[in-house]
């Protein structure tokens, strides 16, 4: 093995993609923190659908709860992305989703990507995006459809996409990382080329809500970029954060999901932000 590059961690185990000497030899493996290493799939093996892997994985993400693991990987010459799923962290995957269940929606579409996922349960979440190359890259226009899917049990739901309402009242142009941790599902929300929103999507009654945006006043200071702290960011009932206040300090913040109806109460810089639901139950 001569160079392992994406990576994913949660708490014990770590899962990553590697190349042999070449970028034509490639695959995704599993260390479980003690030593064993499993090899998920690599460019030798065939994808769910029968064709070959190529040598592009990416995005490899173990689930904090169960064996699952998912990761990013494209087959049949590299034409056709997919989301798989290895639900007990060995060769025997499930395929998540691929380019079929996300057909381009205008001739204007020049690319689509399925990626970013994580993994909870044995339930996913990733982001899609169809692109427009001859649109200036990360502005209106550029990205003619996005969304934020979630698989469960071999059904995909749409959790948001370009014509949802936000609650910020706005419509993203394009979606971040996501993450899942039980009932929650947290993903950024893009507005030419800058993410300006955290939202948290309950699952168990389809709320949603804004825990941080640009240029939210947290003790005095304005909140002038937002970014996920690292995946997975969203465990437990806690969402890990990194703040740029004044567009000089970055902070790093947590938030607790409390079934509460309040906003959001800050319990002092770097500390614990207690963002409290308006309706539903928490884990």
Request: negative net charge; hydrophobic residues 40%.
């Amino acid at each position: 093995m001569s160079t392992a590059e994406g990576f994913g961690f949660d708490g014990v185990r770590t899962a990553f993609d590697a190349k042999f000497n070449s970028d034509s030899s490639r695959g995704v493996y599993l260390e479980d923190g003690f030593g064993g290493l499993t090899k998920l799939a690599d460019t030798s093996d065939l994808a769910p659908d029968g064709t070959a892997f190529t040598a592009d994985f990416d995005s490899p993400m173990p689930g904090a709860n169960g064996p699952g693991v998912v990761f990013e990987g494209f087959s049949n010459g590299g034409s056709n992305n997919g989301i798989y799923l290895a639900p007990n962290g060995t060769t025997t995957l499930t395929t998540v989703a691929t380019l079929a269940d996300f057909p381009a929606i205008s001739a204007d579409v020049d690319s689509i990507d399925l990626g970013e996922p994580d993994v909870d349960a044995g339930r996913v979440v990733f982001s899609t995006r169809q692109n427009d190359f001859d649109q200036p890259f990360n502005t209106p226009g550029s990205t003619p459809a996005a969304s934020v899917a979630f698989w469960e049990n071999g059904s995909l739901t749409t959790i948001a996409d370009q014509d949802t309402v936000l609650p910020n009242g706005q419509t993203a142009d394009f979606f971040g990382e996501s993450a899942i941790a039980g009932d929650y599902i947290a993903f950024g929300v893009f507005e030419s080329g800058v993410r300006t929103a955290i939202v948290l999507h309950d699952l168990s009654d389809g709320t949603q809500y804004s825990v941080f945006e640009l240029g939210q006043v947290i003790d005095g200071r304005e909140v002038t970029g937002i970014s996920f702290y690292s995946r997975p960011f969203l465990s437990d009932g806690y969402l890990a954060v990194d703040l740029t206040f004044d567009n000089t300090d970055d902070i790093i913040y947590r938030a607790a999901i409390i079934p509460e109806p309040t906003s959001l109460a800050m319990l002092g810089i770097g500390g614990l932000l207690v963002a409290r639901r308006r309706h539903g139950r928490a884990n």
